[in-house]
C-alpha cells in the first residue's frame, strides 16, 4: 500500500516500509502545497467581511477552520450541544448535487434532529432532485425549499444563535465556523431576505 511519503508491503503479517521514490515525494508535497494554496484563496474571500466588523468595533469571538468530510461533519453536529428543544437552525446555498456518503449521514442527522426536537429551514440551489426535496420535507420540524431562480451561491451557509457556518465547495470540502453575534445577525438577515422569496415545496 501507499500513502503519502512512504509505502509498505505486507509479509507474513509483518508490515515493511520503504521511502517512495523522490518524484512521487516532490508529487505529494506540491499537491499539499496546492491544497493549502487553495484554502488560503477562499479564507480571503472572508477577510473583508471580518474587517468589516473589525472597524465598527465588533470583534471576531472565535473562527474555527474544518477541512474534509469529517470535518464539515464536527462542524454541523456542534448544533446539538449548542441548540434546544423548539430552537432553530437555517441552512441555505445547500448544493443540487452533493456524493451519497454525504445524503446518508444527513438523513441519519434529520432522525436525530427530530429526536432532539430542533427545528430547521432548509433553502437548496435550484435544480435538487425532487426526491431529495420531498425525503427533507418528509421530516418533523422541518421546512425545505428551493432558492429563489435565478440566486444560487457558491457556498453554503448554516447559522443558529451567534454560530455562522460557511461550508466551501472545494474540492476536499472545507468549514469555516464564526461564533459572533453580529456577523450571525447579518447572515441571518441574508437568510430572511432568501426565505421571503422563496415559496414552500410542493
Given at each position: 500500500m501507499q500513502k503519502g511519503?512512504?509505502?509498505?508491503?505486507?509479509?507474513?503479517?509483518?508490515?515493511?516500509?520503504?521511502?517512495?521514490?523522490p518524484t512521487k515525494i516532490k508529487k505529494f508535497l506540491k499537491e499539499k502545497e496546492e491544497k493549502i494554496h487553495?484554502?488560503?484563496?477562499?479564507?480571503?474571500?472572508?477577510?473583508?467581511?471580518?474587517?468589516?466588523k473589525r472597524g465598527t468595533?465588533?470583534?471576531?469571538?472565535?473562527?474555527?477552520?474544518?477541512?474534509?468530510?469529517?470535518?464539515?461533519?464536527?462542524?454541523?453536529?456542534?448544533?446539538?450541544?449548542?441548540?434546544?428543544k423548539g430552537e432553530e437552525y437555517f441552512f441555505y446555498g445547500i448544493s443540487a448535487f452533493?456524493?451519497?456518503k454525504y445524503h446518508s449521514v444527513w438523513k441519519k442527522d434529520h432522525v436525530k434532529r427530530v429526536r432532539f426536537?430542533?427545528?430547521?429551514?432548509?433553502?437548496?440551489?435550484?435544480?435538487?432532485?425532487?426526491?431529495?426535496?420531498?425525503n427533507r420535507n418528509n421530516y418533523k420540524y422541518c421546512d425545505?425549499?428551493?432558492?429563489?431562480?435565478?440566486m444560487e451561491t457558491p457556498a453554503w451557509v448554516m447559522g443558529y444563535k451567534d454560530v455562522t457556518i460557511i461550508g466551501l465547495q472545494s474540492r476536499n470540502g472545507m468549514?469555516?465556523?464564526i461564533i459572533n453575534k453580529e456577523i450571525a445577525e447579518s447572515?441571518?438577515?441574508?437568510f430572511e431576505i432568501l426565505w421571503n422569496l422563496s415559496k414552500p415545496y410542493q
Open positions: 511519503l512512504v509505502s509498505y508491503i505486507i509479509k507474513d503479517k509483518t508490515k515493511y516500509f520503504q521511502a517512495n521514490e487553495e484554502n488560503v484563496l477562499e479564507i480571503d474571500k472572508l477577510i473583508p467581511l471580518m474587517q468589516e468595533g465588533k470583534e471576531v469571538s472565535t473562527v474555527q477552520v474544518y477541512e474534509g468530510f469529517q470535518g464539515i461533519m464536527s462542524a454541523h453536529d456542534h448544533m446539538f450541544t449548542r441548540l434546544k452533493q456524493e451519497e426536537g430542533i427545528k430547521c429551514k432548509l433553502l437548496f440551489n435550484q435544480g435538487t432532485p425532487k426526491e431529495v426535496m420531498k425545505t425549499r428551493y432558492m429563489p431562480k435565478g468549514a469555516i465556523e447572515f441571518r438577515s441574508y
